[in-house]
């Protein structure tokens, strides 16, 4: 199943006298990532503009594509010891993200696309810095790339609210202009973006606001609450600081002058408790993320999306010490 087996491992200081956590009774250690712990699949829609080395710099690729993203808590308590201030604990969550092609077949099966192995912390409030508690994903991504990206957590009633995204490169330098290329015309035939036969529903609205997928995957549903993660490698203010991406040298190229460096990851995960009916209720999550990446002057928006259910006998348990923890709703 390609999960971590922690069934004989447990995080915990090893000396010294470390702050407990307080919680209210009947709340998860992990706070508002209580609900990922499991399997999750779906499908969604991935746009990327590839530095090209020939007769031009860019060729945009687009991909549909199936997803498996697994979740398994990390037993214990994780410590992170303070000088300015006392000692806090870390809890959290590794993954594992599988994104595949589904019309671009390898052996009769979808081409692998994507792979991260990544943690998700719930980090609590802190003074120094002066932050309210905040959730961090840290990622591992195989083209050379590690990235820490920190936010805040909040639950809202309904539906989530979601923006439009724009794959438009811009200039790096100020202004930061907005740069039109013809590839993300679909009218205008192009040998500089993914072929029509490999991107069949694909339309000219995904590519103008790829987030009309999610949209248009919730047209109908009775969404009765929403889990909103956001998080960022620059300062969201909470966090006050920390974050950033580092690359490759590859990526990074020499003299100010990158292949494709990854600058900065922003993203949002909706984590949405949706009505089924006659008592029912599936867990659904949602995210858009936006990955900036250098070169030639302008920087090109690589926006990827996805909608996932959690998979019912897949449900992966903590394992470790039982706490208490909120009841996930099951499809039955």
Known sequence: ???LDFSNFKISAVSGVISKLKLPVGLSPLGA??????TWRGTGFNQIW???????????????TSEELQFVEIPGEI?????LQQDINLHGLTYLQKVSDVNVKQNGQPTGI???????????????????TTVARLANIPHGTSLTAQGTALTVSGPPTIAPASISPFLIAPPHSPIAFPETNLGVPSAFRTPASDIPHVTQAMVNNPNIVLSNAIAGQTIKS???????TKDLNPPTSGGGTSNIAFLDGVGGTPNASAVQMDAIFWIEEVDLGHGKTKLQLQ????????????SWPHVSVATLEKVP?????PIGPKHIGPKIPKVK
């Open 287 to 298: 995210y858009s993320q936006t990955v900036f990446l250098n070169f030639n002057g302008l």
């Open 79 to 83: 410590p992170n010891r303070g000088l």
């Open 313 to 317: 006998h897949l449900v992966i348990p």
């Open 1 to 3: 199943m390609n999960t």
């Open 33 to 38: 990532l209580a609900q990922l712990p499991g």
């Open 114 to 132: 994507h792979i991260e192995p990544g943690i998700w912390i719930t980090v609590p409030s802190t003074t120094n810095p002066q932050d309210p």
């Open 50 to 64: 590839r530095p090209f080395h020939g007769s031009q710099d860019r060729f945009l690729e687009l991909n549909e």
């Open 226 to 232: 929403t889990t909103v993660l956001r998080v960022s």
